[in-house]
Every structure is written in C-alpha cells, then in structure tokens.
C-alpha cells in the first residue's frame, strides 16, 4: 500500500534499525524504476547503482564503516558517479574522449546525478512504507577499500549509500531551520538571521536532551562543525583523482 506525497514526504526521518523480512520484490522493482527516471544533466546518467542484498558483502562494508544500520537493512544501495560508461562507448564509436570527469564540474555533474538518483530512490521507498538512511560514510571512511570491494573501475566513485529496510522503530522527527531561513524571496536574504539561527540552535539542544532514544547534550552549531573538523582528515582529493575525477580544473 502507498503512503500519499504528503506522509511520504513530511512525515519521513531516517530510519536505522529494520525487521529481518525482506523487501518485497515489486517494491525493490519501483524503487530500480524511479532510480532509472531520475532526471540527470544532459541526460547523461553520470550515474550506477549498486544493489547489495549479499549479506556477507553488507557485512565487510558495516566492518570497514561501522555503520549497524548496513548490517540490518535489507538492501544496501550505493550510488557512484559513473564517467565509465560514457567512456567505453565514446572509444568503442571513435568519438574523441574528453576529459570532463577530471573537472571540478565533471565531478559536481556526477554527484548531482547520482545524489538525485538516491533522492528518487529514497522517495520511492519511503512511499512504499519501508524505511531508509542515507549513509555518507560509504564515501568518506574508505574510498579506496570500498572501490575495490564493488570493483569500481576508472571513472567510477562513491557518492553514498542507502539503507533500506522494513522499520523496526519510529525515532522522533528531528527539528529542521524554519522556512524563513531556508527558503529566501527573489534573493539571498539580506536582514541579520542571527536571531533566528540562535533560536533554531536552542531547539536543536531541548530536542536533543528530550528526545526519545539516546540523548545528548549537542547544540547544533558545535556538532556540525565537530563533523566538519572530523571531514578535514578525509584527504578526499587524494581518493577521487586515483579514481580518474579532479584530475585538472
Ligand atoms: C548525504 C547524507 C549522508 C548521511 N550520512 C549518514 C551516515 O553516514 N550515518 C548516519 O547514521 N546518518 C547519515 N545521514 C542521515 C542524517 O544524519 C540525517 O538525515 C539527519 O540527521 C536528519 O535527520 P532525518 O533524516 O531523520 O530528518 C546522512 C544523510 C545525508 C543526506
């Protein structure tokens, strides 16, 4: 049964703990059909999908990531930015290659596509009443173990993954900045936000010491910016030009 647009859309958080049934196949069917009609730049489908059902290749990826939520899902998608296709067939046509994967936007056009991709895949589940995480760390923890695990060729990199699965539990939804801070009017805001973003911090903190589950004492400032110190170390640059992207401007 299909949830409406609205449920599956403003009723959604990420889910990381499943039940150990599995997705059924007409659901597993949508969800590969809405990842295929997923609108992509030049409709080049700078993008490919990794499903992974195997448990042991979900288990090597939960060990190499520590994120739990693999292990339980029933389906592990990893979505890459994909230059190889395009490549074998511009060569095997006699079509002069060009080196666009190898350029700051080549790279951007990969990741948008195949963010976009995991947004309809995401959709599409969540409206079929399965649940998901996106799992960043597919990416970031290690980019060349992982490429290896999947045998990703040259031209080929790791966007993120997602976790799909039957819900095994229905965390509080979490707090998010108000309209006014995120949806501007005819321009970037100009008037001092400060206020409202104090205000959304404070939100973030009471939500986080009463919520149900595991709480903390994180405000929202200081935790993101802890991730993005913990994103200094990830050298991402060095594991994207071996993979053929960033190689010049
Ligand atoms: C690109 C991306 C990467 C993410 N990576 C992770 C991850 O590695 N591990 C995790 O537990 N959650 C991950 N998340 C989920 C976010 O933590 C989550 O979306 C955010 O806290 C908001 O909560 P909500 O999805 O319940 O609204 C990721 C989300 C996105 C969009």
């Known amino acids: 049964m299909s949830k409406t647009v609205e449920n599956t859309l403003l009723q959604r958080r990420s889910i990381r703990r499943y039940e150990r ?24 489908q700078q993008f490919t999908v990794i499903d992974i059902d195997d448990p042991e290749t979900k ?6 990531t520590g994120q739990k939520q693999i292990k339980t899902c029933n389906h ?23 080196p666009f994967a190898g350029t700051v936007d080549g790279l951007i056009v990969g990741v948008i596509d195949a963010s976009l991709a995991m947004m309809s895949a995401l959709t599409a589940a969540e409206s079929r009443g399965l649940g998901t995480c996106c799992v960043g760390y ?12 999947l045998g ?13 699965g039957i819900p ?5 939804m979490k ?24 205000e959304y911090d404070r939100e973030v903190t009471l939500f986080n010491e009463s919520r149900t589950g595991t709480k903390s004492d994180n405000d929202w400032a200081r935790h993101i910016t802890d991730y993005y110190r913990e994103g200094e170390n990830y050298h991402m640059g060095d594991a994207l030009r071996e993979r053929g992207f960033l190689t010049h401007d």
């Open 76 to 98: 592990f998608l990893v979505f890459c930015a994909d230059y190889n296709k395009i490549s074998q067939i511009a060569r095997a046509k006699g079509v002069e290659s060009i």
């Open 138 to 149: 597919t990416r970031t923890v290690a980019p060349a173990r992982l490429s290896e695990l």
């Open 59 to 64: 288990e090597r990826i939960y060990e190499i």
């Open 168 to 172: 095994r539990e229905q965390p509080d």
């Open 152 to 164: 990703l060729p040259e031209g080929v990199c790791i966007v993120c993954g997602l976790t799909i």
């Open 175 to 198: 707090p998010k900045q108000g309209e006014s801070l995120l949806i501007h009017h005819n321009g970037y805001r100009q008037d001092d936000m400060l206020r409202e973003l104090m």
């Open 21 to 44: 049934d599995a997705i059924s196949a007409d659901d597993m069917q949508f969800i590969h059909d809405a990842i295929r009609n997923t609108p992509t730049s030049y409709n080049g």
